[in-house]
């Protein structure tokens, strides 16, 4: 079998397809250290690994280590001629041997990480010297070979400037310290033209520097990067400034200084409008390259077209006229003459209207035409222009080559722009300039330039991404508020201002339904908007179109349902935390109310649980917070705590990643106990609390049963059977009964289990429960097995299945207590030592498990088909079967017949020569034993040990 090592990064060692694991790190250093040299003296080795012990257990503690190395990867993995030598067989090893990676690209392809990257060992001072040694000599090699093939390829007569920007960010990760490296990063970027990310690059190494060293980049990396912003703008040469109030948007600006110097040089200027959702950044990138503009050389007039006079003609040109051109004096004659017929255009004389508009459009023509100035029209909300204004506007930057504009809009679509400028774009007089949210990276980039580097942990940065999306405003505003202490989470008074602005230009019907839909705080479907708004179907998609339209919600569409959700989640939370407390709590238990109906006991019902719990809880609604609570944790115990259970059909696929750790099971637990006691508290003993009493005392016992705090858990099933009887619930008082049989199980006592079969078969026999009449059949086959009447017992296991297989439906739901009975038949050939018969039996079971996910029982299943082979004598197959259970084991996290897989598993380490970690899991079985306090298992020990002695006496 192969045998692959990887010794650049994390190191591995497979054999085959399964990763090797070594019981004793020592051997595995030893394994990595003769890879890297092929061969050394057992001196050495002894001295490498062991110099603070004597000679003689220095040579024994390496004598076991290299049979460790040989039991795991195989007897000709060492090769010796000489008894002092040992020689590692490289010609079985697939690997990276880097003393023969003489090429650079072949050893840069090769190096993945650090040589042994994370690799430690404890007491072996003289090994990790020169593992030390090593790692640096490699990374250096690695580093040399870089700029090796960067040099190479900066000598060709057509240079890939590509693969020179990813050797150069290969250099800056290994250092990002590395000016060189970045230099040539620059240089890369700057022959590809990609401006933006060479920008970024230096702002990141500058950020760098400043943090770390308290210094600037040296001259050489300064020129380069003076060199990227003149490459930009051919014809202007730049200088290095502070870009952090234009970070993310480099190259957009660059564009607006490019186009300026065209317009500067009385060349046709193209007018821009920037796009973009509220908050996005576009005020901040106009306003970055207005600031920047001589002011003696050009006349900025800054305007809003407001919603309310879109109605208005000439509304914008009005409001510019008396609040820009008036205050700049562009022309005092034409300055007082057009204000004179703005008085006489707001009369209602319709005789003159129509001569008065058309000298107002003449009149602002010429007074365009004639000025001497240079004019940049900074226009906010472009959109909503009135239509004389637009038509105006665009004549005016059609034949007029000393005016352009700077628009912005928070409508995304360029379309809807364009349609109202068709003469600009066809002249392609008109661009725009699309601003998108950052992606996590760049906001995490951001954040480490704003932040002082003791603020920065992986934490805040996940936090910073999911408050703000990207957004650029409420990033500004999170940085500010952890800056001065305050909680980054909460609105501040500027997000009221800029939310307010947002909301007020909704309709009424609009505003009501955003607030209800703000009660979601994911997504939630047109249905449910439906089933909880007064508005009438056809008038509600309206109103949800208008709130799609102004970018307040956003739609998706799953599994065929048409969902909708906020476009931030800040604005949800304003929405929402801006209504009363009272209206809230009744909207939330509406909503639960809704979703109860959607219950169908099926998988699905799994989410729905979440959703009410959620809704209730935020109504103040515990008692049916605590009963959904107790459903959905008991749907998961149910399947992870049961040793078999009863499955709804989709089941399998809904819990095979949900089996919970004793962590995840003891919080949930704590956490529905403090709910149960404030219920309790609040509403007094009424029955459904009792019932959310009783489900929680079964949950908890079960648990503790499981864990083997028998008396303890006992306490908590009794308490659950005394409820149950004081309140005529047979179900309860069945489920109760059963988690005793299950105690009686764990701790090998069949009369007391005979007991609690009784009491459990009189209620099913009474209230004509079929299918539970069978899952105590299977009790009852147990029970038999315990007393040593087998006959008796596979009867009644027989009988068990048939009343599981009376139909597919039927077979589907109580799989696994089928599973379980042919379990038991199989335990009792194994006992009798049937063994083939047993495998048949155990085999069937184990395909249910596999079909069903269901680990709890998969690992019982394999485990004694493990102890069958092993008595069979085939060890082999005995181990597969064990090491499946020790899967199956770690999945679920749980104590049950551990001691059992410890044992078996023990005893074949002990088999296969590896004696240590054979006796270890003996040893560990023990303890496991003693703490279920399992007279077999303790039984079971005491034989292994004695076989182990045998096996060992037997060599």
Known sequence: MSIVCNIFGIPSIKKGNAEVSFPYKKAKAIFFYLLVNNHSTRDELASLFWDELSDSLAKKNLRNALYQIRSLLGDDILLSSEKSLVVLNTDIIT???????????????????????????????????WYTQAKQQYKEKYIQNLYTSINEEKAKSEINWNKIIKYAKLLTEVDDFDEKAYQILLEGYKNTKAYSQAIESYNKLKSTLERELGIEPDEATTTIFNEVLDAMNEKRQNTVSDFSESFGKYSQLRLLEQNQEEFMLDKPPTSFVILGEAGIGKSNLISNFLNRLDKKTVLIFKSKCIKTQKNHPYSYFKNLLV??????????????????????????????????????????????????????????????????SRNLLEYLLTNNISTYMIGSSSIKDKN????????????????????????????????????????????????VYFETQGNFLFIKYYVAAVLSGKDPKRISSDMVFYFEERLNDLSNPAQDVAKLISFFFEDTSFEMINS???????????????????????????????????THPKLRQYIYESQTEIKRRFIHNQIGDVIEKQLHDKPADMDLY???????MRGANKVKALDYSVKSLNRYLNYSHELFPILASGDEALFKDAYMSRKQTQAYLLEIENLLKEVRQKEGQTRDVIIGEIAFLHMKGRYLIREGSYEEGTKYINEMISKSIEINDDDYALEAYKQMIYYCIQISEADKMQEYIQLALDIAIRRNYHKETGIILRFKGLYYILKKEYTLAREVLTSSINTFTISKEVAEKYALNIAAAYNYIGEIHRINNNYHEAIIAYEK?????????????LMVFCINAGQAMYHKKDYDKAKEYLDYAKHCQSMVDILWKKAVLDVYLGLIYIINKDKASGMKLI????????????????????WAKQEAKAHLESR
């Open 610 to 616: 979440h959703r009410l719990i959620f809704h209730y």
């Open 416 to 463: 809807m722009i364009s349609k109202q400028f068709l003469a600009l774009i066809e002249n392609q007089r008109l661009e725009f300039i699309s601003l998108s949210r950052w992606d996590y990276s760049k906001v995490k980039l951001f954040i480490s330039q704003q932040l002082p580097k003791h603020m920065q942990t992986e934490t805040l940065f996940d936090d």
């Open 923 to 942: 040893k560990t079985a023990e303890t496991e034993a003693k703490k279920m306090k399992n007279p077999e298992e303790i039984g079971l020990v005491a």
């Open 845 to 857: 079971a184990i395909e249910i498990g596999k079909s069903k996910n269901a680990y709890t029982s």
């Open 532 to 566: 909880l708004s007064d508005i009438k179907e056809s008038k509600l998609i309206d109103v949800i179109q208008e709130l799609t339209d102004k970018d307040i919600l956003k739609e998706s569409i799953q599994n065929d349902s048409i969902r909708f959700s906020f």
């Open 95 to 129: 690997y990276t041997n880097p003393e023969a990676l003489s090429e650079p690209e072949v050893f840069i392809k090769a190096y993945k990480g650090e040589f042994l990257q994370g690799f430690s060992i404890k007491n072996a001072p003289l090994f990790e010297q």
């Open 323 to 388: 609040n820009e051109i008036g205050d700049k004096a562009l022309i005092n004659s034409w300055n007082e003459h057009l204000k004179s017929i703005i008085s006489m255009m707001e009369g209602n004389e319709e005789s003159i209207l129509d001569l008065m508009e058309s000298f107002f459009w003449d009149a602002f023509v010429a007074m365009f035409k004639d000025s001497n100035s240079k004019i940049i029209l900074y226009i906010e909300d472009i959109h909503n222009m009135d239509e004389k």
